[in-house]
Nanobody
Framework: QVQVVESGGGLVQAGGSLRLSCTAS????????MGWFRQAPGKEREGVSC????????YYVDSVKGRFSISRDNAKNTLPLQMNSLKPEDTAMYYC????????????????????WGQGTQVTVSS
């Protein structure tokens, strides 16, 4: 049984940092690209970042480029997301997900390409 679990969310002031983490079990972690999504109340789920199985490709939504950094540790089955210079508009539930691939353009940001999802971790940025 595949389990994807996010952690590290919380309340932070604007300009601060948080480090989210995701662990996945029940699958061969390095067979999968991994992504982070977020969803704010009343808004659609948005792709934040994606990383290929070997970290060779990384993609970010424009609004987080230069502030967020995705990485992975295939030996530990973990997927950190370092978030710096946080803004109130980053407030959302953040989800980790596994996909077969991480292609560029708009492909990686389409949630329909992801097979397994976690339950999410809440990030709240106060102004």
């Amino acid at each position: 049984q595949v389990q994807v679990v996010e952690s590290g969310g919380g309340l932070v002031q604007a300009g601060g940092s948080l480090r989210l983490s995701c662990t996945a079990s029940g699958l061969t972690f390095d067979d999968y690209a991994m992504g982070w999504f977020r969803q704010a109340p009343g808004k659609e789920r948005e792709g934040v970042s994606c990383i290929s199985w070997n970290s060779g490709s990384k993609y970010y939504v424009d609004s987080v480029k230069g502030r967020f950094s995705i990485s992975r540790d295939n030996a530990k089955n973990t997927l950190p997301l370092q978030m710096n210079s946080l803004k109130p508009e980053d407030t959302a539930m953040y989800y980790c997900a596994a996909a077969g691939y991480c292609f560029g353009g708009n492909w990686w940001a389409d949630h329909k390409h992801y097979n397994y999802w976690g339950q999410g971790t809440q990030v709240t940025v106060s102004s």
